[in-house]
């Protein structure tokens, strides 16, 4: 396949009052944390969320890679779900010099649209702000950042800034276009 450009946008906020709260969508919604390192749920957050988008750098995990990756301190998925059914998730990541990123963030396809993304956002970057605050010995967050692209859902980045992420870094660079994975033709209407 040829390359295509691929424009990556980072976003930082640098205090935990930067965060513009969205307001949470009607019905029952609810947010948890996944306390028990499952690579079998997370692999399928992954690649439920990521597959028409064209996540793939996670999908040639081994088992035991994904429960080492689980298994770091500072390491958290919370997941929204809509009446029961898992709808979308946000993944954190403590780095050692205070910052927190949110590695993935999404919705399943058949959720979007339905003011739950910024809501799952909102609630999981206050989650960043307070990571220390569950795991001891890591050091109180300064900053919470997270980098999306322009293969990413096309509502992502205004989501961001609506959040209250500001643009710190913009690159270019040209990528090996793949096939997305999924999901499966007719999964979601289009």
Known sequence: MPNIPVTTWSLEQTAPTDLLPAEPPEGDVRIHRAEVPSPEFSRFLYASVGGDIRWTDRLSWTYA???????????????????GTP?????LEAQDDGAVEIAYFGLIPAFRGRRIGGHLLSYGTARAWDLADRWPGLTDTKRVWLHTCSKDGEHAMANYQRRGFQLFDTKVEEEAEVSAPGPWPGAYPA
């Open 65 to 83: 890679r994904w429960r080492e990756h689980l298994e770091r301190p500072g390491v958290e998925t919370w997941v929204a779900y809509d009446r």
């Open 87 to 91: 709808a979308g998730y946000v993944e």
